[in-house]
């Protein structure tokens, strides 16, 4: 059986067009849904509507993560869990489940009797933790992204001014991320003679200034450079025949380009090679590695032939050699100590009700070191009409990410907001500050134990109403943290477990309750659990 399954996928990746729903599926699970059962798990993007099994929903993940992490991967809040090593094709419809794949064999069964017990069964079993955690700046303070203030035109002047602008503002430093377009060339990693002076002395200066600094890569190179024809002859490049005469090159975000073989030991040593020179050259402390998404591989031919999802997996690997490291796209990396962030968001009042959601599916998935995208939205388009610019969105974004494992700013706070809203928004950078340590601790039992760190309620209070909650949620065991994701919203209702919460703003509630709180722009309530 498993020749067959080897025979199926390698006609999958060899047959232009071809995908698993038009292959007769080898595997099949069906399960009819119980009453009162829900489930999570799959792509974390389809956080805003899980939990699953009251609505019709389908996903085939075979080449599409949809641009963010997946597994898979579903648990349900009876205890039940469906498991395979390869690409799911997931219908829910008519009150059942049916997942099928062409590749090799699923998993089913229960564990337990709750959401945890069947989460605690899987990550034991299928993606067990390291017991390591990311770079533990990452946890601890705000993180800094030049991505949308200064976009393509990355540049040592800019950068410097940029990190000295969050100083003067009374801002923490943390990771500073310089984003795409430092480089030379996609493939040529070096910094732009043109736009640096001196990229030593300015990483030294950012060094002196309390930030650790990270650089944008990818695995693309660009198509008739030098470092495209030395590697294309080595046969370091994915190639679109079998015969390996023309590198593929693929479509994505910004161009056409070639892309590094990966399963080529020594395309996957070439491309390390290339981060620890600029760490040894220019003092780097770590990367953002991008893109890996599994449709670049799609309708190409490799050194190995593994299905495009492995191809992810295999890019996501590489930040395992580095502590300091951001990931968008995934697959099967579980447990491991890697920073995964939601995919860009828009500056919208609908994509930041997202991020709760998406954090919480995350979790679930076992992908405990999670970052909420970028303070009011990571998607660049939505920021290139200044005047759309919505401050109090700024402002909830913010809150929404003070308490969570990690907050990364952006757009500049102090460059669109009043001197009061931009208050508010230094005062949550200097409250994940002061949570700093107690998230890194959290993070650090994640790592021993696989569990979230932004946690659903279903999942610490189990069979109390809460499956449907997806704007509140806990930080490990005893925070409940419940922002405001509408718009000219000043209260709103809390859902309270049992036992006695003592809030932000000194308050005792006593649980179980569902109450309606005040909640003015300058509050982010919070509430910690005494018993």
């Known amino acids: 059986m498993k020749l067959i399954s080897k025979i199926i996928a390698s006609i999958l990746i060899l047959n232009s067009g071809l995908h698993a729903q038009s292959v007769k599926s080898e595997f099949e699970v069906g399960l009819k849904i119980e009453k009162d059962e829900y489930w999570w798990g799959g792509a974390v993007v389809d956080g805003s509507v899980m939990p699953y099994g009251h609505a019709d929903f389908s996903h085939n993940q075979l080449a599409d993560v949809k641009g963010n992490q997946s597994q898979p991967l579903l648990i349900s809040n009876k205890g039940r869990y469906i498991w395979s090593e390869y690409p799911l094709n997931i219908v829910f419809k008519n009150d059942s489940v049916v997942v099928s794949t062409p590749f090799g064999k699923i998993d089913t069964g229960r564990e337990g009797k709750t959401l945890k017990d069947a989460f605690k069964y899987v990550s034991k079993t299928y993606f067990p933790p390291s017991g390591q955690a990311p770079d533990p700046l990452l946890f601890t303070h705000p993180q800094y992204n030049t991505w949308i203030e200064l976009q393509y035109d990355q540049n040592e002047e800019a950068i410097l001014n940029y990190a000295q602008s969050i100083l003067d503002n009374g801002f ?89 073989d990966l399963t080529n030991p020594e395309g996957e040593q070439w491309y390390i090679n290339q981060l620890l020179s600029l760490q040894k ?22 050194y190995k032939n593994i299905l495009p999802n492995e191809h992810t997996e295999k890019h996501a690997a590489i930040g395992l050699k580095f502590a300091l490291n951001e990931y968008r796209a995934s697959w ?42 970028m303070i ?156």
Not at 213 to 230: A, G, H, I, K, T
Not at 413 to 438: D, T, Y
Not at 495 to 516: Q, Y
Request: hydrophobic share 40%.
């Open 332 to 373: 099967k990396m579980a447990g491991q100590p890697l920073a995964q962030r939601l995919r860009d968001k828009e500056h919208t009042w609908e994509h930041l009700r997202e991020l709760i959601p998406g954090m919480l599916a995350q979790g679930l998935d076992g992908y405990a070191f999670t970052c909420p995208d």
């Open 172 to 260: 923490p430093p943390g990771v500073l991320m310089i984003d795409d377009n430092w480089q030379t060339d996609y493939g040529v990693w070096d910094f732009s003679s043109e736009r640096f002076k001196n990229p030593q002395q300015m990483v030294e200066k950012l060094h002196a200034m309390g930030f650790k600094v990270m650089l944008w890569v990818c695995p693309f190179v660009s198509p008739d450079s030098e470092v495209y024809r030395e590697l294309a002859s080595k046969k370091l490049l994915l190639f679109e025949d079998a015969g390996k005469t023309w590198p593929a090159i693929v479509r994505w975000w910004n161009g056409a380009s070639a892309v590094i």
């Open 376 to 531: 009011g939205g990571g998607e660049v388009e939505s920021f290139n009409d200044a005047s759309i610019m919505d401050e109090e969105l700024i402002v909830r974004s913010a809150q929404c990410h003070a308490l969570m494992p990690m907050m990364q700013f952006s757009v500049a706070p102090w460059r669109i907001l009043s001197a009061e809203n931009l208050a508010i928004c230094k005062n949550m950078a200097v409250l994940h500050q002061q949570f700093g340590n107690e998230i890194m601790e959290i993070a650090k039992t994640s790592a021993k134990t696989g569990e979230p760190i932004v946690r659903n309620m279903e999942y610490m209070f189990p069979n109390k109403g809460y499956e449907n909650i997806k704007d509140q949620f806990m930080l490990g065991e005893t925070i409940l943290v419940a922002p405001v994701v509408e718009k000219a919203r000043t209260s709103r209702f809390v859902h309270f477990p049992k036992g006695k919460w003592k809030g932000d703003d000194g308050s005792i509630i006593k649980g179980p309750a569902r109450l309606k709180i005040e909640v003015p722009l300058s509050r982010l309530p919070w509430y910690r659990k005494l018993d």
């Open 281 to 302: 050259k220019y003092g780097v402390d770590g990367f953002k590695l991008d893109a890996g998404d599994p449709e670049f591989y799609k309708n190409t031919y490799a």
